[in-house]
């Protein structure tokens, strides 16, 4: 079944980044294009690390193992769509300006709390192999619980950085509310009462 549904997801988790690349020929970026691409791989990026977080929650409700196959490909795709945000940043906002880019992390919070995001993320990213975690053992969860840190941050960033409409950075952060009050002791209780829900009665 992991054969199947991997491509597939694989697949679908392309798809963004290819209604962005034929957005960008079909010149429908908009009046501002790199205001635009910053704009939707920041949101696919948080899409993407809080479907990472609905992994743990859906599989202890359903009780189905198979959710966590998937889980490290999302984390993945979360750091892919996170590079091309600060790229797009690094390279057509700043053209490769190293000097205005220090003075933006020092200066502005939201830029600050951004990068700190990013560079949480690739340590993540690299020890996400195999044999990174049998070499790692236990101390790989411990570096990867970085990501409750990493989506605060990147949502703080989000929070920050919008000016009048803060209905997506706020609903971001209910979202992930909702996926760490999930983890709790006392959740195991309501996956007793969703299991009793679903299956058929007895008598």
């Not at 830029?111 to 053992?137: D, E, N, Q």
């Amino acid at each position: 079944m992991q054969k199947l549904y991997k491509p597939l997801l694989f697949s679908v988790s392309l798809i963004p980044f290819g209604v962005l690349i034929y957005n960008g020929f079909r010149d429908n970026l908009t009046a501002n294009p790199i205001e635009y691409i910053t704009h939707y791989t920041g949101d696919w990026t948080l899409y993407f690390l809080l479907i990472t977080l609905s992994i743990t929650p859906l599989r202890n409700l359903t009780g189905k193992l198979i959710f966590t196959c998937f889980r490290r490909m999302l984390g993945l795709f979360a750091f892919f769509y996170a590079c091309l945000h600060f790229l797009t940043y690094f390279v057509l906002d700043q053209y490769f300006d190293f000097n205005a880019i220090i003075e933006d992390i020092i200066d502005r919070p939201y830029i600050t709390v951004g990068f700190t995001a990013f560079v949480l993320l690739i340590p993540l990213a690299v020890t996400s192999t195999k044999k990174m975690i049998s070499r790692l053992g236990s101390n790989w969860q411990r570096l990867h619980k970085l990501i409750y840190v990493i989506t605060t941050l990147a949502i703080l960033h989000y929070l920050w950085l919008v000016k009048a409409d803060t209905t997506l950075p706020i609903t971001f952060a209910l979202i992930f509310s909702v996926l760490m009050t999930l983890r709790l002791p006392w959740a195991k209780n309501v996956k007793k009462f969703f299991i009793s829900e679903i299956q058929p009665s007895s008598h």
